[in-house]
């Protein structure tokens, strides 16, 4: 059974900066390919970024393009995700969530298997 945990999430001032962990244990969970996905109340859950299970060019969202970066750590088996110069619009619940194993990642969350329990991000002014 994979289980996804996210770590993080708390409020911080416009233009700040802030860093999400994804922890993933379980027998299969160091090969799937992990993204994070947002929501806000009565939106769509939206692609943010996403990095495959055997690493290479890491994918993103137009809206966080040059402002996010997804990165794992393969010994503990974590995966990050760095938001510099945050906006009101980057305010969400984020989710990690799990594909896989071995498969290349989609930007719809319909196709990701395994979820967290999500982390919430305020961006205030």
């Known amino acids: 059974q994979v289980e996804l945990v996210e770590y993080g999430g708390r409020m911080v001032q416009t233009g700040g900066s802030l860093r999400l962990s994804c922890a993933a244990s379980?027998?299969?969970?160091?090969?799937?390919?992990i993204a994070w996905f947002r929501q806000t109340p009565g939106k769509e859950r939206e692609f943010v970024a996403a990095?495959?299970?055997?690493?290479?060019?890491?994918y993103y969202g137009d809206s966080v393009k040059g402002r996010f970066t997804i990165s794992r750590d393969i010994v503990d088996n974590t995966r990050f995700l760095q938001m510099n110069s945050l906006k009101s619009e980057d305010t969400g619940v984020y989710y990690c969530?799990?594909?896989?194993?071995?498969?290349?990642?989609?930007?719809?969350?319909?196709?990701?298997?395994?979820w967290g329990q999500g982390t919430q991000v305020t961006v205030s002014s």
């Open positions: 969530a799990g594909r896989g194993p071995f498969r290349a990642y989609r930007r719809s969350p319909d196709d990701y298997e395994y």
């Open positions: 379980g027998r299969t969970s160091s090969s799937l390919t």
């Open positions: 990095i495959n299970w055997n690493g290479g060019d890491p």
